[in-house]
């Protein structure tokens, strides 16, 4: 029925656990602010992402994901001293500290990354015709679902891109465009 909304939240899940699993590392004083996000990188982000470019998100999908990360930044980060009273960090802080994109820009730029991978593909290959082939049949009722390949379009508007099945053709001027897009600050909505 195209929801992902269950596997987002078994991806959470499964982060949750790898998080639980790290948290006497999180809690340590003798580990670096510095270690303690690159455990996060490097061990709790790709269990949270894992299958993300294929996933159609809603803006539900997104701040549910941004949350748990927000949860994961706090603990690395911890609170603040503000006129000498204690108080957790904004998420503004928290992004500044973090200097990282967040990660539904992370899932957004894989996203893309994917379908420039795809559209180079040969016709014959599965991934291909799965995306360029229409389904049969009647739409239901109501308002249409997400469909991925609209996500596609609309990121790859977003970053300045029209065409960007045109663009993806040539994998190194689409790479430069994606980590162009990647580090550009405010380039992506709501920070």
């Not at 053709?169 to 897009?181: I, T, Y």
Request: charged letters at 30%.
């Amino acid at each position: 029925n195209n929801n992902v909304f269950t596997e987002i939240k078994r991806r959470i899940v499964a982060a949750n656990k790898s998080y639980f699993g790290l948290l006497r590392h999180m809690r340590s004083r003798y580990l670096t602010r510095k270690t303690k996000v690159l455990l996060y990188k490097t061990l709790i982000r790709p269990v949270l992402t894992y299958g993300s470019e294929c996933w159609t998100i809603s803006k539900v999908d997104e701040k549910t994901l941004e949350t748990f990360e927000r949860k994961v930044l706090r603990r690395i980060y911890g609170p603040i001293c503000d006129n000498g009273e204690w108080r957790i960090r904004h998420n503004q802080e928290l992004y500044d500290l973090y200097k990282d994109p967040i990660i539904s820009t992370e899932i957004k730029i894989g996203r893309l990354r994917w379908a420039g991978h795809v559209q180079r593909m040969s016709v014959g290959e599965i991934p291909r015709g799965i995306m360029d082939g229409a389904p049969g049949g009647r739409r239901g009722l109501g308002r249409p679902k997400l469909r991925w390949l609209d996500g596609v379009t609309k990121d790859a508007s977003s970053i300045g891109v029209r065409n960007w099945r045109g663009a993806a053709k040539d994998r190194q001027s689409w790479g430069a465009v994606l980590m162009e897009a990647k580090t550009r600050p405010g380039l992506w909505s709501h920070r």
